[in-house]
């Protein structure tokens, strides 16, 4: 099993900048990616960045250039810099693990609670 708390968000004016957080706990061998997702109000959750096994990343049309996920394995902990944020950035962002077995290697999706991001113009 794996927890996922997510922290960091708030609001934040336009052009402005937000780091958020997401602590894991458990047991996270199985684990192979690690991705953020966001879901703004009347819209899909959709993915926004994602950490593939090697530590290599990709990211959605809207955050690539402005936002970064990165990891530290130290602290347990995985980020996401946004830098330049709109309000076309608002939304609930959330925290994600998936894992498994070289057959079924995303088998396990685990997420955490989410963390709002108000950005206003």
């Known amino acids: 099993q794996v927890q996922l708390v997510e922290s960091g968000g708030g609001s934040v004016q336009a052009g402005g900048s937000l780091r958020l957080s997401c602590v894991a706990s458990?047991?996270?061998?199985?684990?192979?990616?690690w991705a953020w997702y966001r879901q703004a109000p009347g819209k899909q959750r959709e993915l926004v960045a994602k950490m593939r096994p090697g530590g290599s990343a990709n990211y959605s049309d809207a955050a690539k250039g402005r936002f970064t996920i990165s990891r530290d394995y130290a602290k347990s902990t995985l980020y996401l810099q946004m830098n330049s944020l709109n309000p076309e950035d608002t939304a609930v962002y959330y925290c994600?693990?998936?894992?498994?077995?070289?057959?079924?290697?995303?088998?396990?999706?685990?997420w955490g609670q989410g963390t709002q991001v108000t950005v206003s113009s």
């Open positions: 994600n693990a998936k894992g498994g077995d070289f057959v079924a290697p995303e088998l396990d999706d685990y």
């Open positions: 458990g047991s996270m061998s199985t684990i192979n990616v």
